[in-house]
C-alpha cells in the first residue's frame, strides 16, 4: 500500500492489528493488576511484603524474556512475513493467560504453583516480544509517510486501552460478587475471559493481508535470510540498535510504566486503597489521558519526533517526586485527621478450620477522618494450642482497607492524568520513531530489540525496584525509631521514583545529543 492509502483503508488495518495486540496487553497486565490478590495466592502466606516482591518479580519476569521474543519472533518476521508472526504470538498469549487462571493455589500445590504462574509469564513475556514489533511494522507499512506518526499511535494506544480493559473487567466481575467469592475463585475470571477475545481476534487475523511494503520486498527478492546478523552484526545498523535503546526506549520505558503500574501499585499498596476505588482512579486518568497519544503522535509528523518524546521525559524526571509527594498527602491517612471518638476495635476469636485445636483471633478496627475517609484494618492472629509452634512473622495476618472520600478521590485522579499526559509524550511518536530507523528488510528484527529491552528490562523492572527502595527506607526509619536516633529519609516512600529518574536523565541526555529530529523515513 503506497502513500494513497485511502484513510478507509489504512483504518480497517489499524482496527484489525491493534485489537488482537490490544487484547495481548491486556492479557499481559491482568497479571500486574491482580498482583495483590495473586500475592495471596500463589506464595507462602506470612510475610505480605515479600509476597508481594515475589509477585511483582514474576510479574517482571514476563518483561525480562521480552527481549529473547523480540529476536525469536522478529527473525520469522523479517523472514516469513508480519501477518503470520503475530498470529502466532496472539495464540501463544492467549493460552498462557488461560492456564494463569487454571493453577491450583499454593495451599494446594505448594511450590508447583508460583514455578507453574512464572514458566506460564514467561510465555506471555516471549509472546509479546514478538507481538508489539509485528504490529507496529505492519500498520507504519501500510501508512503514507507524512501521516506514519498519527496512524502508528493508533497502535500506541493499545497498551494503554489494554490496562484500562484489564482494569475494567476486574472491576467488573469483583462487583459481580461477594469478596469472598472474589478473593476465593473470582479473580480467576479475567484470566479465562481472555480467551474468547483472543479467538474472536485470531478469526480477524486470519482475514489480513501481508503488509505490502514487505511483499513487495519479498516478490523482488530482497528480504533477508539472516536478520539477526545484519541487524546486530553490521556495526553501522547495531549503532542505530543501541542509539534507539539509550537514547529513547529506556526512558520512555520508565515514565511509561511510573505513569501507570507504578502509580497503581503506589495507591494500593502505599496508601492501602480498596482495589475497586484504585482500579477506578486510574481508567479514570487512563479515559481521559489516552487521546493524547493521538495528538504527540500527530504533532510528530509535523514537528519531528525527538522533541516531543525528549520534553516528556524532562517534565517526568522535574515533576515526579512533587506529584507523589502529593498522591500521598491526599491518599495516605496519616497524612489525614482522625476523628478519635469513632474508633472503633473490634476483637473475636473462633476455631482454626485447617489446625484442630489452634484458634484464630481477628481485630478489627475500623476509623474515620475529617474529609470524610475511612480506614479498617483487619488483624488476623493465630493461637497455637502448642505455643512452641508459633511464629510472630507467619502466624500474624493484617489486612488494611482505606476508603478515600471524594475530594482525595479526584485528586488522585488528577494527578495521574498529569502522569499519563508524560506517557502519551514518549509514547504516542515511538512506534514511527522506531520504524523509520532500519530497513525493510531488517526492520521487524531491529526495531522490537530496543523497544523490548527499553520497556521489558528498564520499564518492567520498575515496579519491583522501586517498591524495593521504597520498602528497604522505610525499613531504615523504623530500625531508626527504635534505636532513637535520626530518622534516614525524610519522605521513605519517594525513595522508589529515583530509578526512573536516573534512568530516564541518562536516556535524556544520550537522545538530546545524538538522536536526529527528522520524521520522516529514509528506509523505505
Not at 196 to 223: C, H, N, W, Y
Not at 283 to 290: D, E, H, K, S, V
Not at 324 to 331: A, F, I, L, P, S
Not at 332 to 346: D, G
Request: net charge positive; aromatic share 12%; with cysteine.
Amino acid at each position: 500500500m503506497s502513500n494513497n492509502t485511502s484513510n478507509k483503508g489504512i483504518a480497517g488495518v489499524i482496527a484489525a492489528s491493534s485489537l488482537g495486540t490490544l487484547i495481548e496487553w491486556y492479557d499481559f497486565y491482568i497479571f500486574g493488576s491482580l498482583a495483590t490478590i495473586i500475592a495471596t495466592k500463589f506464595f507462602p502466606a506470612g510475610n505480605a511484603t515479600a509476597a508481594l516482591l515475589s509477585t511483582l518479580a514474576t510479574f517482571a519476569a514476563g518483561f525480562v524474556v521480552r527481549p529473547f521474543g523480540a529476536l525469536f519472533f522478529g527473525r520469522l518476521g523479517d523472514i516469513i512475513g508480519r501477518k503470520y508472526t503475530f498470529l502466532v504470538t496472539l495464540v501463544l498469549m492467549g493460552i498462557s493467560t488461560f492456564l494463569i487462571g487454571c493453577i491450583p493455589s499454593y495451599e494446594s500445590i505448594g511450590f508447583a504453583a508460583p514455578i507453574l504462574v512464572l514458566l506460564l509469564r514467561l510465555l506471555q513475556g516471549l509472546a509479546l516480544g514478538g507481538e508489539y514489533g509485528g504490529a507496529a511494522t505492519y500498520v507504519a507499512e501500510h501508512s503514507p509517510t507524512h501521516k506514519r506518526g498519527f496512524w502508528t499511535s493508533w497502535i500506541q494506544t493499545t497498551a494503554t486501552v489494554g490496562l484500562f480493559l484489564s482494569l475494567l473487567v476486574i472491576v467488573t466481575t469483583k462487583g459481580s460478587m461477594s469478596k469472598d467469592a472474589f478473593n476465593d475463585w473470582g479473580w480467576r475470571v479475567p484470566f479465562w475471559i481472555s480467551i474468547i477475545m483472543v479467538g474472536i481476534s485470531i478469526v480477524i487475523r486470519l482475514k489480513m493481508k501481508e503488509s505490502p511494503l514487505f511483499q513487495k520486498a519479498k516478490d523482488e527478492g530482497k528480504t533477508t535470510k539472516n536478520p539477526l546478523k545484519e541487524s546486530f552484526g553490521n556495526k553501522f545498523n547495531f549503532k542505530f540498535v543501541l542509539l534507539a535503546l539509550f537514547g529513547a526506549t529506556m526512558g520512555q520505558g520508565v515514565v511509561w510504566y511510573t505513569g501507570q503500574f507504578y502509580a497503581l501499585s503506589f495507591i494500593q499498596t502505599t496508601l492501602t486503597v480498596d482495589i475497586t476505588q484504585a482500579s477506578n482512579i486510574l481508567m479514570i486518568a487512563l479515559a481521559l489521558g489516552t487521546p493524547f497519544f493521538i495528538v504527540f503522535g500527530s504533532l510528530s509528523d509535523k514537528i519531528g519526533r525527538k522533541w516531543i518524546m525528549l520534553l516528556g521525559m524532562l517534565i517526568a524526571i522535574l515533576s515526579y517526586r512533587t506529584i507523589y509527594t502529593k498522591m500521598y498527602e491526599n491518599g495516605s491517612v496519616k497524612s489525614k485527621k482522625e476523628i478519635v471518638a469513632n474508633t472503633t476495635v473490634k476483637v473475636s476469636t473462633a476455631a482454626d478450620a485447617k489446625n484442630v485445636g489452634d484458634s484464630i483471633r481477628t481485630t478489627v478496627t475500623n476509623k474515620s477522618f475529617e474529609d470524610g475517609t475511612t480506614y479498617i484494618e483487619t488483624k488476623k492472629e493465630t493461637i497455637h494450642a502448642d505455643p512452641s509452634k508459633a511464629d510472630a512473622k507467619k502466624d500474624v495476618k493484617i489486612d488494611k482497607v482505606t476508603t478515600l472520600d471524594s475530594g482525595s478521590f479526584w485528586s488522585l485522579v488528577w494527578l495521574v492524568f498529569i502522569q499519563v499526559i508524560f506517557v502519551t509524550m514518549v509514547y504516542g511518536p515511538i512506534a514511527a520513531f522506531l520504524v523509520e530507523m532500519f530497513p525493510i528488510r531488517i526492520r521487524y528484527t531491529s526495531m522490537s530489540l530496543p523497544y523490548h529491552i527499553g520497556n521489558g528490562i528498564f520499564g518492567g523492572l520498575l515496579p519491583t525496584i522501586a517498591l524495593f527502595l521504597a520498602t528497604k527506607a522505610g525499613q531504615a526509619n523504623e530500625a531508626a525509631t527504635k534505636a532513637g536516633t535520626t530518622l534516614p529519609y525524610d519522605k521513605p516512600y519517594l525513595e522508589g521514583l529515583w530509578y526512573p529518574i536516573i534512568i530516564a536523565a541518562v536516556c535524556l541526555v544520550i537522545g538530546a545529543l545524538y538522536i536526529n529530529n527528522k520524521n520522516n523515513a529514509t528506509n523505505d
